[in-house]
């Protein structure tokens, strides 16, 4: 026997369907459930990263302003909003809703300074989304590196920014081989670029007490070089940790089956006369008796995400890079946005 329901009860039903999150993607009347980038805009509202036009409106297909988008950027990577901002820029007034965020990120050297105006009402183009989200990942250095690498013929500057964030997955081409740098980023792929970036940083690393069953992710040490003052051998280089992630992937492996194998202790090079006089591994323990050395002069080289101490001893200059816990943070960050979580160490 088949049991009817009230007419009321099917109405509400009804309405309910109407009104899910299902029927209704990222809860804006403008955004078809259906649309290639409803899972990222409502994950970029829920984030409180990138919110709509209208509490009911996104604004799909919308060019994206560069004000919006510095402050979603703010938002994605928490930076800390000044109390007051203003007089970076000739067209940023103080009280500005969008002031704090361009004042962070130029804190934050993600904006360069070297315009007098930042233009917060034109859209964001391809290229300045890019640029912008690199150099706040602290890869200016990185991206510079791959330069000649740029796939694209349609993109005569900011090439190795665009190709570094190629290889982090956050862009792609078109299918007729353009990236279309100059083209204005509408709403929609704003939203998908910072999810994709976002979640890639909120991977949380992992380390193994066995690698077993995992491929090992090694990254060398440079060699030395006579005639340096300072030997550059800094442990698994910046450059050389993005070539060998790169490559793994570039070669269809499994990312989330790749370890990253770390050194713990460090790299000590000895000059006397501008020659070395020996280079070797050494210890952690090693490395935390240099450090407590105290004519030993501390350093950290962004260029590599490295730390290392200088110190001299009877006419010779002792150098060791070594591994930091803001160079570990800074490998496995690099690591994490390429899909790898795993770590020994």
Known sequence: MKTRLPAWMLSLALLMTLLSPAAQAADYTDVPQSHWAAADIQAAKEARILTGITSRRFGLGEP??????????????GWELPASAGGVFSDVPAGAWYAP??????????????????RPNDPITREEMVVLLVRALGYSALAAAQADRCPFPDVTSSQGYITLAMDLGLVSGYKDGTFRPRTAAVREQAAAVLMRLHRRLAAQPERLDSAAGYTLLVIPTPAPADAASVPTTPLEPLEGLHTVLRERREAGADMSRAALSLSPGGWETVVEKDAIVSSRSVSAQE???ALARPEASVHYAERYACGYLTYTERDRTVTVWYQSEES????????GLFGVTLYTC
Request: charged content about 20%.
């Open 101 to 118: 965020a361009v004042a962070a990120a130029v804190e934050a050297e993600a904006l360069p300074t070297y315009t007098a105006a930042f």
């Open 64 to 77: 994206m302003t560069r004000a919006a988008f510095v402050v979603a950027a703010a938002r994605l990577f």
């Open 328 to 335: 570990l943070a800074a490998k496995l960050r690099l690591a």
């Open 287 to 289: 490395v935390e008796e």
